[in-house]
């Protein structure tokens, strides 16, 4: 799912790692990860420190470390491992694969231009980026993507599918070709693009008649949550504001409760388990709860996202309009295994304030609504702000 950023020079993965959050998104771009929050006993890099692979991790990395002894190849028996976990959204990444992965966090990307996901065991085009190698070659949403450089996607888990298109961070940079198998109807095609260093605005605001602010959100990656506080502080007195997170995958969850931040007087905006451990996440104080609020959203809208949408949902600040959200409210942690790859397995769930699990389920909107969302959320926003 190309959401990522254009990724400048790769980086060494954190110390701290061991502890971070994915809420993994379906972008072509590869998934965004959220650190622990700090200032809960110890830090997330302390804690990262003493954790150690726990359930299956430790399952993986045994089978990586067994492969290496025996001379054979550590990633794919850590993959073997991670298929036979039974683990949805569980992947192994190479090195580079996840320097540039952590590196998406930062709103760049080498790829190709697409977002795609899941769907009844095949991956589907969800958007194309304006301008990207995809849209140059005529790659349209609703496109099924059959198989990269002749590896076939059907049935492998989205963040293979990632990994397929991205290549390795020094194997495959911009400018390297990848060719993908399309279906579009009856027709089936092959198209070989280049990939290239791509950047997403991850927020955008526009007005629209009425005093409305449209602030849409296409992923959180670094400093979209700040983006987003300022747009509210930035937008016309009185002036009601539509949340666009249509089509967006997830991200950094420290950057989805900064955005809730902007909306929220402090509070929970969210609790999830780690090995049974149960966290919260809370919002800053000094949002404005004032101003009418909707929260737009469809089966594109996931995990972080949807973690956002439903504490706006469960504490009243919002009325959400649109389509029942995608239903990916899990939580993977990654670990290192001995050959320097990277494990990233599922280790827990979130819920919303009201307690209510996403994971399979999604988010129900209060007014259900089509093609015509965006109007149908102007319309509901200029009836919350008129006087009663």
Aim: hydrophobic fraction near 35%; include cysteine; aromatic fraction near 4%.
């Amino acid at each position: 799912m190309s959401g990522r950023d254009p990724f400048c020079q790769p980086r060494r993965i954190r110390r701290g790692a061991a502890l971070t959050l994915v809420f993994t998104s379906v972008l072509v771009a590869g998934a965004a990860t959220g650190a622990l929050p700090q200032g809960e006993g110890k830090s997330a890099r302390d804690e990262a420190r003493s954790a150690g692979p726990a359930g299956h991790h430790a399952d993986v990395a045994r089978a990586a470390e067994e492969a290496m002894a025996d001379g054979k190849s550590p990633i794919q028996a850590a993959k073997r491992a991670v298929s036979r976990s039974g683990d949805r959204w569980g992947a192994v990444y190479s090195r580079g694969e996840y320097e540039e992965f952590e590196e998406s966090l930062d709103g760049q990307y080498t790829g190709v231009g697409l977002w795609a996901r899941e769907r009844d065991g095949r991956i589907e085009v969800t958007k194309v980026r304006a301008g990207s190698p995809a849209a140059t070659a005529g790659i349209r949403p609703g496109d099924l993507l059959r198989s990269v450089d002749g590896e076939k996607t059907d049935g492998r888990p989205v963040t293979e599918v990632v990994s397929l298109l991205r290549g390795d961070a020094t194997d495959a940079p911009a400018g390297t070709a990848v060719r993908l198998g399309l279906e579009r109807g009856t027709r089936a095609w092959t198209e070989t693009l280049r990939r290239a260093q791509l950047s997403t605005d991850s927020v955008t605001v526009r007005e629209l008649a009425g005093r409305v602010t449209v602030i849409k959100v296409a992923t959180f990656t670094k400093g979209s949550g700040r983006q987003v506080r300022e747009a509210v502080r930035q937008s016309p007195p009185r002036a009601g504001i539509v949340l666009d997170l249509r089509g967006n995958s997830g991200g950094l969850v420290t950057e989805a409760v900064t955005a809730a931040s902007a909306f929220l007087d402090g509070g929970l905006v969210a609790t999830y388990d780690v090995e049974g451990e149960q966290r919260a996440l809370h919002a800053e104080s000094g949002g404005d709860t004032t101003r009418p609020l909707v929260a737009l959203v469809d089966s594109g809208t996931m995990s972080a996202a949807e973690l956002l949408t439903g504490a706006v949902q469960d504490r009243g600040r919002a009325l959400v309009v649109g389509s029942r959200t995608f239903g990916k409210g899990s939580v993977q942690m990654p670990s290192r295994l001995p050959d320097g790859s990277v494990a990233e397995l599922t280790v827990g769930h979130y819920r919303t304030p009201s307690g209510r699990g996403v994971d399979g389920r999604g988010i129900t909107p209060d007014l259900e609504t089509g093609e015509d969302a965006l109007q149908r959320a102007g319309t509901v926003l200029r009836g919350l702000a008129s006087p009663s």
